[in-house]
C-alpha cells in the first residue's frame, strides 16, 4: 500500500470523526511541516505556534478535502498560506533565505561541481557555490524561487506545485526553468575558474 493510499484511508476515517486518524496525520507531517515553515519563520516557538494553528485548520478543512490531490500537498498548500498570515499580522515579509548543503545543491545546474568535497579547495568552492545559490535565490521573484524551492528542496513534483501554486503545470515548468537559468548563469564564472584551476 502506498502512501498516498495510507494517507486517504486515514483522512476518510477522520472525516469520519475517528480523531486518533488525524492525529497520526499529525505526527507523520508534524517535522516535515515544521521544516517547511523554519524556511519562511526564523523563530522555532512561532513556527511550532503556526504549524499547530495549520493543523487546526487542515482539521477544520478536512471535510471538504476531495481527495483530488496528495494529503501533503494539501496541507503545504494551507502551511504556506498560515505563514504568509502570520507574518502579514506580525508586519513582516517572509524571509528568502534558504541554507542549503551539497545534497540540496546538486539538484540544480551545474551542481555537480558540489559533489568532489574531499579538498579543502573543494570544501572552499561548495561554499561558494552555496553562498552564490542562496544569493541568487534571494533575489528572485517570489514566484520562481517558491517553484524552484518546492522542486528541489522539498522534492514536489510539477503537478504537486501546480497545486499548491494553483497554476497550470507548463507556468511551473517554466518557473523552474528561468530560476534554474538565473543560478545557472551566476554558477558559471564560479564553475569556469574551477575548471581553469584544474590539472
Aim: aromatic share 8%; net charge neutral.
Amino acid at each position: 500500500m502506498s502512501d498516498r493510499e495510507i494517507d486517504r484511508l486515514l483522512v476518510e476515517r477522520a472525516q469520519r470523526g475517528e480523531k486518533h486518524a488525524f492525529e497520526l496525520l499529525v505526527s507523520k507531517y508534524q517535522r516535515k511541516l515544521a521544516r517547511l515553515l523554519a524556511r519562511f519563520i526564523r523563530d522555532p516557538a512561532e513556527v511550532e505556534d503556526v504549524a499547530q494553528e495549520a493543523f487546526i485548520k487542515a482539521y477544520r478543512a478536512l471535510p471538504s478535502f476531495r481527495g483530488d490531490s496528495a494529503f501533503y500537498t494539501w496541507l503545504y498548500r494551507i502551511g504556506i498560506n498560515t505563514a504568509k498570515n502570520h507574518l502579514v499580522a506580525i508586519g513582516r515579509r517572509a524571509p528568502t533565505t534558504t541554507e542549503f548543503d551539497s545534497e540540496e545543491a546538486e539538484g540544480f545546474a551545474d551542481g555537480e561541481q558540489l559533489r568532489d568535497i574531499n579538498t579543502p579547495e573543494s570544501m572552499m568552492m561548495s561554499k561558494e557555490i552555496a553562498n552564490t545559490i542562496n544569493a541568487t535565490m534571494e533575489g528572485l521573484p517570489e514566484e520562481l524561487r517558491s517553484a524552484i524551492q518546492l522542486r528541489e528542496i522539498e522534492g514536489l513534483s510539477y503537478d504537486e506545485i501546480a497545486t499548491i501554486m494553483n497554476c497550470p503545470i507548463g507556468t511551473v515548468r517554466s518557473r523552474i526553468f528561468r530560476a534554474r537559468e538565473a543560478i545557472a548563469e551566476k554558477l558559471k564564472p564560479l564553475v569556469e575558474s574551477r575548471k581553469d584551476r584544474r590539472w
